[in-house]
C-alpha cells in the first residue's frame, strides 16, 4: 500500500511538471503571438507545433478573413504537439480532432486542454470513405477557419475526397523525399499504415506539386511552405490580398534536412538526403497531374 501510494504521488508529481511546462510554452507564445499577426511577412515559432507552425497559422489568421473560428484536424496523436492546440488555448477557437488510436484520445479527454477549452476529440481512422460521415456526425461540416491534414499516408486522397467543409485555410503535410517537379501520391489504400507499407518510412504521402494542384481544383493557392520542408499552408483564392499572396512551388518547396529512415527492425537510420531518395525508388506512385 506505501508503495503504491508513493507511485501515485511520483505520477501526481510528473502531471504537475507536465502542466507547468505547458504553462511556460503558452506563456512564450502568447509573448510572440501579436508580433507575429502584425508582419507582413511570415515569422514561424513554435509552441505546440512540431515546428513554426503556430507562428504561420498566427499570421494568417490575423491577416484574411476568417468565416468561421472552428477548426479540423486529424492525425493528432495525444494532440499534445500539433498545429491547432495553440490556437485553440490563446483564440479560444473550437474544434474537433481525431486520430486513430483508442489511447491517444483517451489521454486527451483526461487533458485540462479538453475541459477547458471546446474540444471534441473523436478516436475514428480517417479514409476517404468516411471522411465526410465524420465531420457531418460531429458538427463540423460547413464553414471552418482551419483544415488540417496530417495522417502520414492518404493525405490527398482524403483532401479531394473532402467536400462536406469550406476551409478558409487548409494544412496539410508533404512528402519533400518525392521532390518538386513530379505532381505524385501513393496509390490510395484504405487501410494504409506507413510503417507496414514500408519498412523505411519514407514511402507515405504526397509531392508538393500534388497538392498545390488538388488545391488549385478546390479554389486554394499556396501561400507558404515551412522551413524544415514538412507542411504546406493553403488559402482560399478569394481570400488572398496584399499581404497573404500566391506562393511559386518552388519558393515553398525544402528538400527536408531532417533524417527519417528507419531499418527492418525501426531504428532509425543515419542516411543523407540522397540514400534516403533512394530508398523510393521503384516504388508504386500515381502522377495526378492529369487528374482533371
Not at 12 to 20: A, G, L, S
Not at 177 to 185: C, H, I, L, N, Y
Not at 199 to 228: D, E, P, Q, W
Request: charged share 25%; with cysteine.
Amino acid at each position: 500500500m506505501l508503495r503504491m501510494k508513493k507511485i501515485k504521488q511520483r505520477i501526481n508529481q510528473i502531471n504537475q511538471i507536465v502542466q507547468d511546462i505547458e504553462q511556460v510554452k503558452y506563456a512564450i507564445g502568447a509573448l510572440e503571438a501579436p508580433t507575429v499577426s502584425s508582419c507582413s511577412a511570415v515569422r514561424e515559432f513554435k509552441v505546440f507545433s512540431q515546428s513554426g507552425e503556430d507562428g504561420v497559422i498566427q499570421w494568417l489568421i490575423h491577416n484574411i478573413t476568417i468565416q468561421s473560428k472552428r477548426f479540423i484536424e486529424f492525425g493528432v496523436q495525444n494532440y499534445t504537439e500539433s498545429n491547432t492546440r495553440f490556437l485553440l488555448m490563446h483564440d479560444n477557437w473550437s474544434g474537433l480532432i481525431m486520430d486513430g488510436s483508442r489511447a491517444n484520445m483517451d489521454y486527451v479527454q483526461q487533458d485540462n486542454v479538453c475541459w477547458m477549452h471546446d474540444l471534441k476529440p473523436i478516436t475514428a481512422f480517417v479514409t476517404a470513405e468516411n471522411i465526410n460521415a465524420l465531420i457531418r456526425e460531429n458538427g463540423f461540416d460547413g464553414k471552418v477557419g482551419i483544415l488540417s491534414i496530417d495522417i502520414d499516408g492518404n493525405d490527398y486522397w482524403v483532401w479531394k475526397a473532402i467536400d462536406c467543409v469550406e476551409a478558409d485555410i487548409v494544412i496539410c503535410e508533404y512528402n519533400s523525399r518525392f521532390g518538386s517537379e513530379r505532381a505524385v501520391t501513393i496509390p490510395y489504400d484504405p487501410g494504409f499504415y506507413r510503417t507496414n507499407a514500408h519498412s523505411s518510412n519514407l514511402y507515405f504521402g504526397a509531392s508538393i506539386r500534388a497538392l498545390t494542384h488538388l488545391g488549385n481544383k478546390k479554389g486554394y493557392a499556396l501561400v507558404y511552405g515551412n522551413r524544415i520542408g514538412s507542411n504546406l499552408f493553403f488559402v482560399r483564392r478569394d481570400l488572398l490580398n496584399d499581404v497573404v499572396r500566391e506562393k511559386s512551388i518552388e519558393s515553398c518547396y525544402v528538400r527536408a534536412k531532417y533524417r527519417q529512415a528507419r531499418d527492418a527492425e525501426g531504428r532509425l537510420m543515419l542516411l543523407s538526403i540522397e540514400e534516403e531518395e533512394k530508398l523510393l525508388e521503384g516504388l508504386p506512385l500515381v502522377d495526378v497531374s492529369l487528374d482533371l
